[in-house]
T-cell receptor, first 111, second 114 residues
Framework: GESVGLHLPTLSVQEGDNSIINCAYS??????FIWYKQESGKGPQFIIDIRSNMDKRQGQRVTVLLNKTVKHLSLQIAATQPGDSAVYFCAEMDSSYKLIFGSGTRLLVRP | GAGVSQTPSNKVTEKGKYVELRCDPI?????LYWYRQSLGQGPEFLIYFQGTGAADDSGLPNDRFFAVRPEGSVSTLKIQRTERGDSAVYLC????????????FGPGTRLTVL
């Protein structure tokens, strides 16, 4: 079937290297941000979130950084694995609890 | 436990026909969301239910689109007089409530209008 992300920016990394995916968000009033991973034919899967009162949050192999001054989010994946290959979206939650997704980035992991 | 499920997984219809897409949220989740995802883009919000009522339907593109959640669980997205531009993946998500608002997504329904 068709694949999400055919026309998206692509980041290609070597297995074992670190990956950094960037995202700009639109609403300076947003106070909750999430990174999602989407594999072909599947719905978005939650990776990590961060609230606006923080500038960094770490999970297992993933770190999210938030720069409110320039409305920028980044997702860092340590020791990238083939299973990390997917399309990654950042999303902000607005005051009415709906998610506003950014444009995605396709991550390709080279063996 | 079971995640969000959506049926059908694929739907092919002809221009002008009526379609219904179904979403079964995670049991106990009071908030339910519909999104639409076109090829190469991120999901776009359509409508949000808190319980049985539509708390925010600002994302519905026009009056051909309608959604219901009569018993506060299963939701149906209804599209009348389908157009080729309606072709997309329709995603449903649920969250425990508005405060615990991590949204869990279903696999989506791929709608193709010929």
């Amino acid at each position: 079937g068709e694949s999400v992300g055919l026309h998206l920016p692509t980041l290609s990394v070597q297995e074992g290297d670190n990956s950094i995916i960037n995202c700009a968000y639109s609403n300076s009033a947003s106070d909750y941000f999430i990174w999602y991973k989407q594999e072909s034919g599947k719905g978005p899967q939650f990776i990590i979130d961060i609230r606006s009162n923080m500038d960094k949050r770490q999970g297992q192999r993933v770190t999210v950084l938030l720069n409110k001054t320039v409305k920028h989010l980044s997702l860092q994946i340590a020791a990238t694995q083939p299973g990390d290959s997917a399309v990654y979206f950042c999303a902000e939650m607005d005051s009415s609890y709906k998610l506003i997704f950014g444009s995605g980035t396709r991550l390709l992991v080279r063996p | 436990g079971a995640g969000v499920s959506q049926t059908p997984s694929n739907k092919v219809t002809e221009k002008g026909k009526y379609v219904e897409l179904r979403c079964d949220p995670i049991s106990g989740h009071t908030a339910l969301y519909w999104y639409r995802q076109s090829l190469g883009q991120g999901p776009e919000f359509l409508i949000y239910f808190q319980g049985t009522g539509a708390a925010d339907d600002s994302g519905l593109p026009n009056d051909r689109f309608f959604a219901v959640r009569p018993e506060g669980s299963v939701s149906t997205l209804k599209i009348q007089r389908t157009e080729r531009g309606d072709s997309a993946v329709y995603l449903c998500a649920s969250s425990k409530d508005r405060v615990n608002n991590e949204q869990f997504f279903g696999p989506g329904t791929r709608l193709t209008v010929l």
